[in-house]
Nanobody
Framework: QVQLKESGGGLVQPGGSLRLSCVVSGSIFSIYTMGWHRQAPGKQRELVAGITSGGNINYSDSVKGRFTISRDNAKNMVYLQMNRLKPEDTAVYYC????????WGQGTQVTVSS
């Protein structure tokens, strides 16, 4: 059974940075296109970034130019570097496949506020 464990969230001021990490266990991680998703209060979960096994990347328009997704296939890890954070980035962030195939983990809370 696949397990997802996200970490690295917290409270940060507007304009600040955070780096999220996710470790994936129980799957052949390297073959999947992975994604970071987020869910803000009262909103549906949305995909913000995806990365293929070969390193091709896509971003939602709302985070393009500010967020960077990366992965380490040897460690079964996927990362999200978030810069120039805005209050509207406040959400619980989850990693999963880009399509959300696996059971969701607990996520990590990101709060952007002064």
């Amino acid at each position: 059974q696949v397990q997802l464990k996200e970490s690295g969230g917290g409270l940060v001021q507007p304009g600040g940075s955070l780096r999220l990490s996710c470790v994936v266990s129980g799957s052949i991680f390297s073959i999947y296109t992975m994604g970071w998703h987020r869910q803000a209060p009262g909103k549906q979960r949305e995909l913000v970034a995806g990365i293929t096994s070969g390193g091709n990347i896509n971003y939602s328009d709302s985070v393009k130019g500010r967020f960077t997704i990366s992965r380490d296939n040897a460690k079964n890890m996927v990362y999200l570097q978030m810069n120039r954070l805005k209050p509207e980035d406040t959400a619980v962030y989850y990693c999963n496949t880009q399509a959300g195939n696996w059971a969701w983990g607990q996520g990590t809370q990101v709060t952007v506020s002064s």
